[in-house]
């Protein structure tokens, strides 16, 4: 490839002195679990979201399991999410032996639909939750799930994997849902150098219950465990690199936002369908996707001229061999079956080179 897809290296470029010298703090004072850069990065990142409180963890998919155990959900119990994710939402909510009833998407955002929300809960028993997510980095449509949270009474968790920074009318997801869950894998719009994940809250309680079960369940008692929890804490190294990240993410999202709209203003007159973001909306552009009939030859295309790109995703969750079986709303998911066949991420991040970005829309307006 010309170019990586998501260039680490060249964010690295702009920080590296911070993080070498960040990383020799952390080797000097030893302090590699739960050491004072943990506690730090979690204010910071509680902040940057608007307040409440931010609990570390070992990654994206432990931060959504942590939460339902916090609340109780188990077996005999139904968590609705959307199949047009990464497969880690629904895991989360399998292996802990609820079952996760698959929802379709808005066909503009790619985010819950609330129409298919509804209809899946009428239909479902033991409704506990809604796992909405911030797919490719926009805010789902946090005012209307908030609605349906509460007339049938269920618990409301953004996963904003890709979402972390995203904003709808200015706000935060934490600022409709109970928690808010993110990921750090490197490849996130806010990534660390490793796995990393957090729980956002502006609930106590919940906040409290959080710490204990990302330590084992223990309680305050020495010695004594009150819950079955998990092993599950984020690495004070990467805290450290989180800390320095976070201190240009404001900016990135910028830069971010400046390169989608270059994108978008190239390909929107032609027969692509370039992204829509709901009214209000601020997303981190996790993925830049379009919508190209004959996507696969397109695709061939690109890569053929050493420009790579991706399909997200290929199958939706409720096709994938391990979640077949688990029920599905009763509209039959038509938004996400359409979207599967023809959506293409193009190469994003936030240091893009205008010249790499001309390549890639001319390689692609050559093909469509
Ligand atoms: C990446 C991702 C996760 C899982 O995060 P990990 O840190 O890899 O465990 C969960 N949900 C969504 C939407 C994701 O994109």
Request: net charge negative.
């Amino acid at each position: 490839m010309k170019f990586p897809f998501i260039d680490l290296q060249a964010q690295r470029a702009v920080i590296a002195d911070d993080i070498d010298a960040a990383l020799k703090r952390v080797l000097e004072h030893g302090q590699f679990i739960l050491g004072p850069e943990v506690t730090q990065f979690e204010e910071q990142l509680a902040a940057f979201e608007g307040g409440g409180h931010t609990v570390s963890c070992a990654n994206g998919t432990d931060a959504i399991i942590l939460p339902l155990k916090a609340w109780g959900v188990g077996p005999g119990d139904t968590v609705f999410c959307p199949s047009w994710t990464y497969a880690a939402t629904a895991e989360a909510i399998a292996v802990i032996g609820a079952v996760p009833y698959f929802v379709d998407v808005d066909p503009d955002t790619y985010n819950l639909c609330p129409k298919s929300l509804r209809a899946a809960i009428q239909k479902s028993q033991n409704a506990k939750a809604i796992i909405a997510v911030d797919l490719f980095g926009q805010p789902a449509n946090y005012p209307e799930l908030r609605k349906i949270a509460d007339e049938f009474g269920l618990k409301l968790m953004a996963d904003s994997a890709q979402g972390m920074g995203c904003r709808l009318g200015g706000k935060a997801p934490i600022d409709w849902a109970d928690v808010v869950t993110t990921s750090f894998f490197p490849a996130k719009p806010l990534g660390c150098y490793g796995d990393g994940g957090a729980m956002l809250t502006r609930d106590e309680d919940l906040k409290e219950q959080l710490l204990s079960l990302r330590f084992h369940g223990r309680a305050t008692a020495p010695g004594d465990h009150a819950k079955i929890g998990l092993n599950s804490r984020l690495d004070t190294m990467q805290a450290a690199i989180l800390i320095e990240k976070l201190n240009i993410f404001e900016d990135e999202i910028k830069a971010r936002n400046r390169i989608a709209k270059r994108y978008t203003d190239a390909l929107k007159s032609n027969i692509l369908r370039t992204p829509k973001v709901i009214e209000g909306g601020v997303s981190t552009w996790a993925q830049y996707s379009i919508e190209v009939p004959n996507r696969d030859v397109v695709m061939a295309g690109m890569r053929a001229a050493d420009i790579p790109v991706a399909a997200y995703y290929p199958l939706p969750t409720h096709m994938q061999t391990a979640y077949k079986n688990f029920p599905i709303s009763s509209d039959g998911l038509p938004n996400t079956m359409a979207a599967k066949d023809v959506i293409m991420a193009l190469p994003m991040h936030a240091y893009l080179k205008p010249q790499d970005q001309d390549a890639v829309i001319e390689t692609l307006l050559g093909l469509v």
